[in-house]
Every structure is written in C-alpha cells, then in structure tokens.
C-alpha cells in the first residue's frame, strides 16, 4: 500500500460480531493432564474384550445375517478399526460364497438383500442394484491389504448363475410396479435397512431413487408410533444417513439403542465399545486442550479480534479426516493449519482491503513476511503462525524419516492454493461482481477446503508419496464432487447471514444470476446438485478402491459427511457455536458410564 492509500482505522473497517467462545478454558486443563493416560487395567480390559469379539466374528456358529448384523453393530459403534482385516476376510468369503456356491440373494428377505448390499458396497465391493440375463458372469475379487495399502488381486471367476432379468430389491414391489407396503411398510426394520442401502446409489439406479423416496416418506409418518429410542435413531438417519455420517459421531447414541436389542452382546462388544469411547475421548481432549494452550500463548483473540474464536469447533475437520487414535499427532498439525485458514478467512471476509489482501496473498505465494511489512499487526500474527507450523511439520517429518522437502512442498502449495481463491472472492466483493454458478464453483472447489484438508492428510499420514501428492494436485473426480457437496451446504447454511454485510456472493446469489431463478428455486436446484455429488462420490469410491488407499478416500467422502452434520437444518454451526454444545460434551466431554 502506497501513502496515498492509508489503512481504514478498525472503527471503519467492516465487522461480522462473531460470537466468542463458549468454551474458554475448558480444554487448556486437559493440555499436560496426567489424570487422561490409559492405565495398564484399562488396556487389558480392552484387549481382553477385543479377543473375545474376534472369535464371536470369525465363529462358523454364526450364519451370514449374524455375521452381516454383528460387522454392521461394530461399524455403528465406531470400533471397526480394531477389526479391519477380520471384517475384509469375512466380506471376501460372504461374497465369494453367492458367487461360487450359487446363492440367489432374490430368494433372501429385505432386511438381508439390503444390508448385504450396504456393506459391501460401502467396502468398495461394486455390488450391483440389479442383476441381467445371462449364463456367465465375471467377477473380479479384491482384497485390501491393510498393512501394505493395496489390493490384491485374486483373479476372476466365471460362474453360472440363474438370475431374472429384474433387481434384486425389484421382487420387493408389488405388480403395479411400486414397493410392495405388506413386504416393506410393515415392518420398521425392513424399511430402515432400505433407506440406508439406498444412501450408496449411484447415477441411474433408479429403483433405489424410488427405494430412498419411498422409504423416507414412510418413516417419516410413522417415527411417532415407535418406542423413543427407536424413533430417536430413525429421526437421526432420516436427518443424517449412516453413508452420510461420520460413525463416532453417533456411536454414543447407537450404544444406547443396542442395548436394548435382545441380541444386544453386552458382555464384550458393548463394553468394548464404551471402554474404547472413554480411551479415545481422552486422546480428543488431550489434542484440543493442547491446541487451545496454542491459541492462548500466540494471544489470537487480542492480535486478531474480528476473527472466529473456533478451537474446539475447528477440531472437527481434522477429526473428520481420521479419527483413529493412531493419527492423534497429525490431528494437531491438521487443526493448528486449520484454525490458521479460519484465520486467513476471516481476515479476507470482514477485515482487509482489497490492497492489503493482495499483498497477503503475494506473501504466502512467495512465503515472504517482507511482502506485508506495511500491513497491520494482525497479518503478521496470521503469517508467523503458519510459518511456525511449516516448521513443526519439518520437525515431524525427520523424526519419523519423512521426506519434509516432499511434504512441504506440496502443503504449502494447498494453502497458497485456497488463499490464492479467497483473493478471487475478494475481487469479485470489492467490484460487486457476481459470478456465474459456474465461475463460482470452479473457485468453490478451494474454497471449500477439501483439496487442502485431503493433502494435509496425505503429508503427515503413511501416504505422502510423490503419486499419491500428484493424484490429489489435479483435483481427482470424488475430491471435486467431495468438494461441490462441502461447499453447496455451507453456502445453504450460511448465505443469508453474509450477505447482511458486504460479502462476496454466494451459490445462492450465483445460480439465481445464471438461471434467472428465484431463490426458493435456487435452493432445489443447489440441493439437487448436492444429491448428485453423493452419488458422485459413492461411484468413484467403487472405481478408485484397487488403485487409492481406502483411508485416503475415506478421508475425501468424510470432509463431505463432516459438512452435512456442521451446515445441518441451515445452520452454520462452526459460527454460531452454541448449536455445537451438546454435541461436543457427547463426543468430547462426558464419559460415558461403563
């Protein structure tokens, strides 16, 4: 900025009146606290817990609905990562036994077709929604290596299998060629398993088109005739699908409902269950009480003022990449750099000028402080502290002989990336430009903060290979429908609120410019958009899962999922974080009572 440009005084800078937070020091306790180690008598209950459902899941006591039924209340229960390579084998052999031994699934009931064909194809298995006339079918059987990451390939197998020409759910319908309501109305199990199967359709699958439709009006109407923990967990499917839910999210909540199944293994899968809620929850507490320690000591709330205060609410990104226990380390970094990019948003929305925000942008290009030596205290704070994390990463990857040159390289471009698309925004706000909804999602896709978040994850997980950065750089196809699905609902939630002030436009703003639509038309078509990246999304999850590591593709599918639940019912959680309470103290807080 020259002279003849001075900087506006903070009084005449815009402002949001963001809320603070509520949380203080809650979590700044947790930091160094010795109380959160696991002790020895903790672990071996774990353990002990942990050999006895192995042996439950791979018993030849059990049939293949048990076995279905058990994989599925241990992914509900968020403790399927202790159980990966059991599961794999498990569906391997469920697959290969209707495949080899000429089992007809038409000839199984709805609750059984429907889960079998959610869990495997939630697992990659490109289980197909119908079946054609034909003596011969290949099929190709992979399985996923979990220590190596990778596929193997075990062949195919041509078999001859006597099927119709119709779906497999297709006998379910009645000869008006509509859902048949004695089969699939009446019974409340049925139709759940339904719904939730139909979550992972793809472009074309009509019948599950019709299957979700169908099955979500019917529920609906009846939510108020069912017990309360039963119309608690349909209410919560019907708000958030299991394929559109993050499963530790609802752990909790599903612990209460399995045990008052009759089936219900309280003895071990339960108690392992809560005893690896407890042991987690303690690691969650220790990452946030250690990154709000950080926020404390580089004093934001006084250095940067006008920003969000969003510790506690910033960690659910990072926790929605991997919320395994073994990624606890790269959690920190992930929500330090995220906290930092809500910084730099903030900053970019209601703070800067257009001036100074081009110099901002030039100093992360260049990754040179010298670039906004003229700029206002609060940039310098920003830039310091991202400079800061560069330099932790450093330090990491040479502890775990990481290529830091590799990681940081690619890092630091993401970032650079999404600054460089705010700076877009900024321009089109600063001329009252407002783009077309094409324009704005070419830029949306950084904005969003996928693409960075997926290659965080990338850098400081076991993947960080040239590869593995070079697929992620050019915007894969389920990263960008990953993307459409983060942005689109954010917009929904939060549209309204922005432009109270002056505010770049939104997907709302835009698609009413391109379509000549009014905004109540806006939004059925922003929400038909968002409907089509899922089923985006779930196809190239089936097509990428021999070539990309199925937790990096997890990673991309749950920044989508983590929006679905933060942007829910058109509120912006993230900003106004009061929404989020109850939420954080189940997930993050309270203990639960084992």
Known sequence: MTSSQPAPSNSKRPSANFAPSIWHDTFQKYADSESLEVNEIMKQEVQMHKEKVKMNLLSNDNNILQRLSLIDSIQRLSISYHFENEIDRILVHIHNDFINKDLAIEECDLHFTALFFRLLRQKGYNISSGTYRTNFFIFYIYHYNIK?????????????????????????????????????????ERMWSLYEAAQLRVHGEDILEEAHKFTYNKLKSITNQLSPSLANQVNQSLQQPLD???????????????????????????????????????????EIGSNTKWWRELDFATKVPYARDRVV?????????????????????ITKLAICISLVDDTFDVYGTVEELELFTKAIQRWDIQCIESLPDCFKVIFNAIMECWMEIEVFMNDVGGDSNLVLQHVKQAFSNIVQAYMVEAKWC??????????YMINGILTSGSPW????????????????????????????????AGRLTNDLSSHK???????????????MKQYNF??????????????DSWKDMNEEYLKLTEEIPRPILDCIVNLARICEFIYANFEDKYTNCELLNDDIMALLLDPIVV
Request: glycine share 2%.
């Open 430 to 439: 600063h001329e009252d430009y407002i783009p077309t909804y094409d324009e």
């Open 497 to 511: 609120f922005e432009q109270q002030r002056k505010h770049v436009a939104s997907a709302v703003e835009s698609c």
């Open 313 to 333: 609410e910033g960690f659910f990104w990072p926790f929605a990449t991997n919320s395994e226990p073994k990624y606890s380390t790269g959690r920190q970094m």
């Open 453 to 484: 978040f997926t290659t965080v994850f990338i850098a400081l997980g076991e993947f960080a290979s040239k590869e593995m950065f070079d697929w992620i750089s050019n915007i894969p196809f389920i990263l960008k429908a990953s993307s459409f």
């Open 148 to 188: 190596r990451y990778q596929f193997i390939n075990y062949g195919f197998t041509l078999v001859s299998i006597n099927m119709n020409y119709t779906d497999v759910f297709n006998k379910f319908k009645n000869k008006k060629g509509e859902f048949d309501e004695i089969i699939v109305a009446q019974d409340v």
């Open 518 to 531: 009014s905004e109540e038309e806006a939004y059925e078509f922003i929400k038909k958009d968002i409907n």
């Open 244 to 286: 559109k839910a993050i499963p530790r999210m609802k752990a909790r909540s599903y612990m209460s409902f399995y045990e008052e199944n009759p089936s219900c293994d309280k003895v071990d899968l339960l108690s392992l269950a809560k005893l690896d809620f407890n042991m987690v929850q303690k690691l969650y507490k220790k």
